[in-house]
């Protein structure tokens, strides 16, 4: 059966590039991008980045739009149906239900992305909350420039960045993880180690092993009770305690919906007709030979240009394999992985002698390398990327970390 409208439901990274993907791909029927939010596709990293970091609000902040309201008009051609997120899916039918209408499709990708979970009994109350949306980082941002006194729950990747970027504005900040070891489920021990002296370094307050007990206040947030028994005053609570895959409203579409949408190597639901891409995704992986769900942007970008061209042309759909990759921003610092962490051995192979400041890892699996972390060293990241989508064995790993080694310091 030809294609004549494609659906993509999620107006997000992964969903552009299908749309993109598929006009690239010479595809002239329709297309419709689904939207849950009123605004156009943006970039999400820049949240919990730059965007915190700007001058003071005078109006509306700068939204990073991956593309604008004329580009999807004209030059993609694309229906928007943004502001009022996707509710049901029938694919016997090959509809798609947004609020109370109706989208039949004959291809569908499936790139809601996921949710950021909230920290329970702090609903209603002011001055808590989440990073997911611009909506959410425009709360925060107007937070820090107000001077508040900042407590981040949860020690990962964003909340960190949020921490850093009040202490670039000068504020008092106490991160709150539960861990004994800040990122110990995505780095590793040592790793995660390392990392945090970038916050105790930076005269960031850092309680591990503690949880949240109670957030407190009237009508606005004004402290923060501990597990310990010990108390946080706090003006801003932000929440970074992971995210949900958005799957709620397939409830009863047939899919398999477990910590995401279950797809073959192809991003293919089992479903027909119906393919998903992005942090809602768990895919099998060929090169790790596993089922994945990355919330990465690398991946989510990749993911929605492969889904959409196989949704168009399932007779000739690929795989899509990925070694996984992130980066974070820190003080300054950049924090860079490729590959996965959970391995038999970790081996530091270059460091500087001040914690934190310069320092490679590699991750070995058996007898190859699976995975490496670096920090302010932006150009071996992707060198040791490659290897690993080679397969490269472990001494071939370390013998080349060796070599970069030599050359640094003849340099």
Not at 115 to 144: E, I, K, N
Request: charged share 25%.
């Amino acid at each position: 059966m030809s294609v004549e409208h494609l659906v993509v439901v999620g107006a997000s990274l992964a969903g552009l590039r299908a749309v993109e993907a598929a006009r690239k791909a010479g595809f002239d029927g329709r297309i419709t991008l689904v939207g849950a939010e009123e605004h156009l596709p943006y970039d999400r990293p820049p949240l919990s980045k730059a965007f915190l970091e700007g001058d003071r609000l005078d109006g509306a902040p700068e939204i990073p739009l991956f593309r604008s309201g004329e580009t999807f008009r004209h030059e993609l051609d694309v229906h928007l149906m943004l502001g009022e997120p996707a509710t049901a899916l029938d694919p016997e039918r090959k509809v798609v239900c947004v609020g109370q209408r109706e989208v039949a499709y004959d291809a569908l990708v499936l790139a809601t992305g996921a949710t950021a979970r909230d920290l329970p009994g702090t609903q209603g109350l002011d001055g808590v909350h989440t990073l997911r949306t611009v909506d959410d980082a425009v709360a925060v941002r107007a937070a820090l420039e107000g001077g508040a006194r900042t407590v981040v729950v949860g020690a990962g990747f964003i909340g960190s960045e949020v921490a850093a970027t009040a202490r670039k504005r000068g504020l008092d900040v106490t991160v709150v993880e539960t861990l004994p070891t800040p990122l110990q489920a995505a780095v590793g021990r040592t790793m995660g180690e390392i990392c945090s002296s970038l916050h105790t370094r930076n005269a960031t307050g850092l309680r591990c092993g503690v949880s949240v007990d109670s957030v407190e206040g009237r009508a606005r947030v004004e402290r923060v009770v501990l597990s310990d028994g010990s108390v946080l005053d706090a003006d801003l609570v932000v929440v970074g305690i992971g995210a949900a895959p958005s799957t709620g409203w397939l409830a009863g579409s047939g899919l398999v919906v477990d910590d995401g949408i279950h797809c073959d190597a192809t991003l293919w639901t089992g479903v027909e007709g119906v393919y998903a891409a992005g942090d809602v995704a768990r895919w099998y992986n060929p090169l790790f030979d596993r089922a994945m769900r990355l919330e990465h942007w690398t991946s989510a970008a990749e993911q929605g240009a492969r889904a959409a061209r196989n949704a168009l042309d399932p007779p000739t759909a690929r795989s899509y394999s990925t070694v996984p990759y992130f980066w974070s921003d820190w003080y300054g610092s950049r924090i860079q992985f490729v590959g996965v962490a959970d391995a038999d051995e970790l081996v530091i192979v270059d460091a500087d002698p001040d914690p934190g400041s310069r320092c490679v890892a590699l991750y070995r699996a058996g007898d190859a390398v699976a995975g490496a972390m670096t920090i302010n060293a932006p150009t071996e990241i992707m060198k040791y990327r490659g290897m690993i989508a080679k397969r490269a064995s472990w001494r071939d790993a370390l013998s080349f970390a060796e070599s970069r080694r030599a050359v640094a310091g003849v340099s």
